[in-house]
């Protein structure tokens, strides 16, 4: 997995955005560019709000960088392992690898248990497989006593915790965070937040949070505005 | 899948003890079964199997063919009546050195079972057993006795399931009943003096009796035929009373006696087979090659059908395992979206499917195997009883049986290989 260039040492960019273009096509057969990022970096171990409205290609971006979706133009490197010059399969085993997914409607597998589930995401990488530390995960999260439980027999805000222990069973370098607290009850949202800012930080593991919420974007010392890094936020069609 | 399975497994069962019943019941002691002409099967089926209407008869005379000169003699003494050259060897008794002929005289019934009216050697010289090498061998009492002080000829000896399902014991008294079990029930009784252990052989479900005894009952003597035009004479009053007094009772002689049919034992069979069936009236049958004849026409076009019937189960199965996984696909793209967003590789959720179909042919072929088998085996009393086929949980009585998982495996990839490519195929980025 490791490329000749990889560089391990703290300090280096976790994540390297250069020329980044997504277009999308459109019925009357031109393409809508989405995506247009001259440049974005984020060093490794940052914890980062990245926010932006709706329809402004958040989630586009975090597909991108986490390999699901492929950039028209660009380069990106994760970890300093260049996307772009992967096969699929190749960044799959990068994602199972490097990276850990919080969605914002959770995606629990409904037939597993939260063990289970948080057990899943560390299928499949490559030697992490651990059941010990999917039980310490949910004890962190605070689920130790609901680890046989199934999605639909935990709330909502013990759901997203799953979830946020799923993420991290891979022990990823990157976290990526889609609206994490869009569907968790006020109550709930900031013990989300801080539980994922305080494991992120004891594994040593980047976040890049997308929200829309003004009041966990100001808990962060950098936030990023899309509109701002992305100049194709004033939609134009490109003619290809 | 397992309602198809565990029918497919049962029939073949069935199948395959019926298979093995035949081939079994084809040791049955004897090379060649010598009856009058007609259906060989027919004569096979009522000399081995005791089943189906026996056909005509032999003369006790023709049966005198067999023997010695000094027996034809010592018979002749015995039982009296017409025979010409009694003293000359019968004209297949150069074949019999070292072997044996026994008679057998079928029609009648005790209760439901066939009554078989044959001589003491019957269980004397007969073996059984998958090597022919198990002689018969009785769980109380003795062999008939071709003239007892006590019943004279009127002795029977019951096979262990006669014995059992009409609740008889030795000394019990058993009237033969003519042409069916519902039929008229000889007055005369004999009476029970053996039982037999059980052989797993036709004989468990056979009531023997002395043929002495048999040839005594009513209307059991050969009727005398008109020698024009070959119709039986009409009979004279029949005054069975005192004649069926055992102390009183005498044989009847060899001109009014006749046989079912003959099991002979030879070394020279083959030889023997050409003369006999060379007379207008009698034929000879190896019963091996007759049974085996009967499981080529019969038991085979079975065996052939069964194994359609299971391909079809496992083309119906397989339908029905593609339907439902390509029905669940819908739901599960978000489940396969989240894989795939973990890490899982297209391939990863190709082999998901696939395994998945696998799982559900064979789990569903093992339920349905498991519960042919228990239903088999739940029968196995029975079915001991009725073919002396033993049947256990794990027995497996047709060989084809055995390609029924791997088949399964085979049916569940391919019936999830269309899910598995649309799993494969699923658009992550849209789908999550």
């Given at each position: 997995?490791?490329?000749?260039?990889?560089?391990?040492?703290?300090?280096?960019?976790?994540?390297?955005?250069?020329?980044?273009?997504?277009?999308?096509?459109?019925p009357?057969?031109?393409?809508?560019?989405?995506?247009?990022?001259?440049?974005?970096?984020?060093p490794?171990?940052e914890?980062?709000?990245?926010?932006?409205?709706?329809?402004?290609?958040?989630?586009?971006?975090?597909?991108?960088?986490?390999?699901?979706?492929?950039?028209?133009?660009?380069?990106?490197s994760?970890?300093?392992?260049?996307?772009?010059?992967?096969s699929?399969?190749?960044?799959?085993?990068?994602?199972?690898?490097?990276?850990?997914?919080?969605?914002?409607t959770?995606?629990l597998?409904?037939?597993?248990?939260?063990?289970?589930?948080?057990?899943?995401?560390?299928?499949?990488?490559?030697?992490?497989?651990?059941?010990?530390?999917?039980?310490?995960?949910?004890?962190?999260?605070?689920?130790?006593?609901?680890?046989?439980?199934?999605?639909?027999?935990?709330?909502?805000?013990?759901?997203?915790?799953?979830?946020?222990?799923r993420?991290?069973?891979?022990?990823?370098?990157?976290?990526?965070?889609?609206?994490?607290?869009?569907?968790?009850?006020?109550?709930?949202?900031q013990k989300?937040?801080?539980?994922?800012?305080?494991?992120c930080?004891?594994?040593?593991v980047?976040?890049?949070?997308?929200?829309?919420?003004?009041?966990?974007?100001?808990?962060?010392?950098r936030?990023?505005?899309?509109d701002?890094?992305n100049?194709?936020?004033?939609?134009?069609?490109?003619?290809? | 899948?397992?309602?198809?399975?565990?029918?497919?497994?049962?029939?073949?069962?069935?199948?395959?003890?019926?298979?093995?019943?035949?081939?079994?019941?084809?040791?049955?002691?004897?090379?060649?079964?010598?009856?009058?002409?007609?259906?060989?099967?027919?004569?096979?089926?009522?000399?081995?199997?005791?089943?189906?209407k026996?056909?005509?008869?032999?003369?006790?005379?023709?049966y005198?063919e067999?023997?010695?000169?000094?027996?034809?003699?010592?018979?002749?003494?015995?039982?009296?009546?017409?025979?010409k050259d009694?003293?000359?060897?019968?004209?297949?008794?150069?074949?019999?050195?070292g072997g044996f002929?026994?008679?057998?005289?079928?029609?009648?019934?005790?209760?439901r079972?066939?009554?078989?009216?044959?001589?003491?050697?019957f269980?004397?010289?007969?073996?059984?057993?998958?090597?022919?090498?198990?002689?018969?061998?009785?769980?109380?009492g003795?062999?008939?006795?071709?003239?007892?002080?006590?019943?004279?000829?009127?002795?029977?000896?019951?096979?262990?399931?006669v014995?059992?399902?009409?609740?008889?014991?030795?000394?019990?008294?058993?009237?033969?009943?003519?042409?069916?079990?519902?039929g008229?029930?000889?007055?005369?009784?004999?009476?029970?003096?053996?039982?037999?252990?059980?052989?797993?052989?036709?004989?468990?479900?056979?009531?023997?009796?002395?043929?002495?005894?048999?040839?005594?009952?009513?209307?059991?003597?050969a009727?005398?035929?008109?020698?024009?035009?070959?119709?039986?004479?009409?009979?004279?009053?029949?005054?069975?009373?005192?004649d069926?007094?055992?102390?009183?009772?005498?044989?009847?002689?060899?001109?009014k006696?006749e046989?079912?049919?003959?099991?002979?034992?030879?070394?020279?069979?083959?030889?023997?087979?050409?003369?006999?069936?060379?007379?207008?009236?009698?034929?000879?049958v190896?019963p091996v090659?007759?049974?085996f004849?009967?499981?080529?026409?019969?038991?085979?076009?079975?065996?052939?059908?069964?194994?359609?019937?299971?391909l079809?189960?496992?083309?119906?199965?397989?339908?029905?395992?593609?339907?439902?996984?390509?029905n669940?696909?819908?739901?599960?793209?978000?489940?396969i979206?989240?894989?795939?967003?973990?890490?899982a590789?297209?391939?990863?959720?190709?082999a998901?499917?696939?395994?998945?179909?696998?799982?559900?042919?064979?789990?569903?072929?093992?339920?349905?195997?498991?519960?042919?088998?228990?239903?088999?085996?739940?029968?196995?009393?029975?079915?001991?009883?009725?073919?002396?086929?033993?049947?256990?949980?794990?027995?497996?009585?047709?060989p084809?049986?055995?390609?029924?998982?791997?088949?399964?495996v085979?049916?569940?990839?391919?019936?999830g290989?269309?899910?598995?490519?649309?799993?494969?195929?699923?658009?992550?980025s849209?789908?999550?």
């Open positions: 997995m490791k490329p000749e260039s990889y560089d391990g040492e703290n300090g280096h960019s976790m994540l390297k955005i250069k020329g980044l273009r997504k277009s999308y096509p459109q009357s057969g031109g393409r809508v560019l989405i995506l247009d990022i001259p440049q974005f970096e984020m490794a171990a914890q980062l709000v990245l926010r932006g409205e709706s329809g402004s290609g958040k989630t586009t971006l975090l597909q991108i960088i986490s390999g699901i979706s492929l950039a028209d133009e660009g380069s990106i994760i970890d300093s392992i260049e996307l772009s010059k992967l699929e399969a190749a960044r799959d085993r990068l994602r199972a690898a490097k990276i850990g997914f919080v969605f914002q959770f995606n597998l409904p037939a597993f248990t939260a063990l289970e589930n948080v057990r899943l995401g560390m299928t499949f990488g490559r030697g992490k497989y651990n059941l010990e530390r999917a039980r310490e995960l949910l004890n962190k999260v605070g689920l130790d006593d609901r680890m046989h439980y199934r999605p639909s027999q935990l709330s909502v805000g013990q759901q997203q915790r799953v979830a946020v222990a993420a991290l069973a891979n022990q990823p370098r990157l976290l990526l965070a889609d609206e994490p607290t869009a569907n968790v009850d006020p109550a709930n949202q989300i937040i801080d539980l994922l800012r305080e494991v930080r004891l594994e040593s980047a976040l890049l949070l997308v929200t829309h919420s003004d009041l966990i974007a100001q808990q962060f010392e936030v990023e505005r899309l701002q890094i100049i194709a936020s004033q939609p134009s069609t490109v003619t290809t | 899948m397992a309602l198809g399975v565990g029918l497919t497994v049962l029939v073949m069962s069935i199948s395959g003890i019926i298979n093995e019943s035949l081939q079994r019941n084809s040791n049955v002691g004897y090379n060649l079964i010598v009856g009058s002409k007609g259906s060989s099967t027919q004569l096979v089926f009522n000399s081995v199997y005791y089943l189906s026996p056909i005509e008869t032999l003369k006790y005379s023709y005198m067999f023997f010695s000169g000094d027996r034809r003699q010592e018979e002749h003494a015995k039982l009296g009546g017409n025979l009694p003293e000359r060897p019968g004209a297949y008794a150069m074949y019999m050195r002929a026994i008679p057998i005289l079928l029609g009648d019934y005790v209760g079972f066939r009554a078989v009216a044959t001589n003491s050697s269980f004397e010289l007969l073996q059984h057993g998958e090597r022919n090498d198990q002689a018969y061998a009785f769980s109380a003795r062999n008939f006795q071709d003239e007892s002080e006590e019943h004279g000829f009127f002795e029977a000896v019951l096979g262990s399931e014995a059992r399902e009409m609740k008889l014991g030795i000394g019990d008294k058993v009237q033969a009943s003519h042409g069916s079990d519902s008229d029930v000889h007055e005369q009784e004999f009476t029970v003096v053996g039982i037999l252990k059980a052989t797993g052989t036709p004989n468990d479900r056979a009531a023997f009796i002395n043929m002495e005894g048999f040839y005594l009952l009513e209307q059991h003597a009727p005398e035929r008109d020698e024009v035009s070959g119709l039986d004479k009409p009979k004279a009053p029949h005054a069975h009373s005192d069926h007094e055992k102390s009183k009772a005498k044989r009847l002689p060899i001109d006696r046989v079912t049919a003959i099991l002979i034992r030879s070394n020279f069979a083959v030889g023997m087979q050409k003369p006999i069936n060379k007379t207008p009236f009698a034929q000879a190896s090659s007759e049974i004849g009967l499981l080529q026409i019969y038991i085979e076009p079975v065996q052939w059908a069964l194994l359609i019937l299971t079809l189960v496992c083309v119906v199965s397989a339908i029905s395992i593609l339907v439902s996984i390509y669940s696909m819908n739901e599960r793209t978000r489940d979206a989240v894989m795939r967003a973990l890490g590789s297209r391939d990863t959720v190709l998901v499917i696939l395994c998945e179909a696998c799982l559900i042919a064979v789990c569903g072929g093992l339920l349905g195997w498991v519960g042919g088998h228990a239903i088999a085996a739940l029968a196995s009393p029975m079915i001991e009883g009725r073919t002396g086929v033993k049947i256990s949980f794990l027995s497996i009585h047709y084809n049986e055995l390609w029924i998982i791997p088949s399964l085979i049916v569940g990839i391919l019936a290989l269309i899910p598995a490519l649309v799993a494969y195929r699923t658009d992550v849209k789908s999550l």
